[in-house]
C-alpha cells in the first residue's frame, strides 16, 4: 500500500513539472517572438501605406486628352462625354429628313441632277476631243448653261481649224451628242460657214439639248 502511495505521488510531481515547463516554454517563445511580430506588421503597414498612395495612383490614373484623370475623375469625365453624345445624336436627329419628306424629294433630285450633268459633260469633253482625231481644238465652246429645273442645256460655240470643213464637223458633233443616252433631243441653229482672217474657216452655232430624265 505504502509502494502504491509513493509510486502516485512521484507520478503527480513528474507531471507537475512537465505541466510547468510547457507553460513556461509557450511563454518563452511568445516573449521572443512578440517583437518580431510587432516589427513585421509595422513593415507591412508602412507597405501599405506607400503602395496606396505611390503605387495604386500610378496603376490607377491615365492620361485623357492631355490631363491625367483618378478613377472618380474617369467617371464623371465618361458620364459628361455619354451625355454630351446623347445631346449631339439629338442635334443630328433634327437635321435627318423622312424618306417622304418634300426637302430631301427635292435635295435627292438635285443629287441625281447633278450626276447626270456630270456624265453629259464627260461624254461631251470626251466628244469635243475626238471629233476630229488631228485636231484637238476644233470644237470651241462659249457658253454652257445646265437648267436642272427644265432639264435643258444650251451650248454656244464655233468649229474653228478645219478649214472648209467645219459645217461637215458641226453635223458630225451634233449627231454625236444626240447619240449620247443623256440627251432626248437637240434644236441647233442654222449651219454657216463664215471666215476670219484670225483662224479661217469656222461655223457658229446654238445648240439647245433636251436633257433625258435623271432616271433614265
Known amino acids: 500500500m505504502k509502494k502504491v502511495l509513493i509510486s502516485a505521488i512521484i507520478r503527480g ?31 507591412l503597414a508602412g507597405l501599405l501605406m506607400l503602395s496606396w498612395y505611390v503605387l495604386v495612383p500610378q496603376l490607377t490614373h491615365v492620361e485623357v486628352n492631355g490631363s491625367v ?20 445624336e439629338d442635334e443630328r436627329g433634327t437635321f435627318l429628313l423622312p424618306v417622304d419628306n418634300d426637302v430631301y424629294v427635292r435635295l435627292k433630285l438635285m443629287k441625281e441632277s447633278r450626276l447626270h450633268f456630270e ?3 464627260s461624254d461631251l469633253l470626251h466628244i469635243m476631243k475626238n471629233i476630229v482625231p488631228d485636231q484637238k481644238n476644233a470644237v470651241k465652246l462659249q457658253s454652257f448653261v445646265f437648267d436642272t ?5 444650251e451650248i454656244r460655240g464655233e468649229v474653228r481649224n478645219v478649214g472648209p470643213r467645219s459645217m461637215t464637223v458641226l453635223a458630225q458633233f451634233v449627231e454625236q451628242l444626240h447619240a449620247l443616252p443623256t440627251v432626248f433631243d ?16 469656222y461655223s457658229p452655232f ?11
Do not use: C, P
Open 13 to 43: 510531481n513528474i507531471m507537475e513539472n512537465t505541466h510547468t515547463k510547457q507553460s513556461q516554454s509557450f511563454e518563452d517563445i511568445a516573449k521572443r517572438t512578440a517583437f518580431s511580430f510587432f516589427l513585421f506588421s509595422l513593415v
Open 69 to 88: 484623370r483618378g478613377l472618380q475623375e474617369l467617371k464623371s469625365y465618361k458620364a459628361g462625354l455619354e451625355a454630351q453624345i446623347t445631346r449631339m
Open 119 to 121: 456624265r453629259f459633260r
Open 149 to 153: 429645273e427644265n432639264n435643258i442645256t
Open 186 to 201: 437637240v434644236e441647233t441653229s442654222r449651219y454657216t460657214r463664215e471666215e476670219s482672217s484670225e483662224y479661217g474657216f
Open 206 to 216: 446654238v445648240l439647245r439639248l433636251t436633257m433625258n430624265n435623271a432616271k433614265n
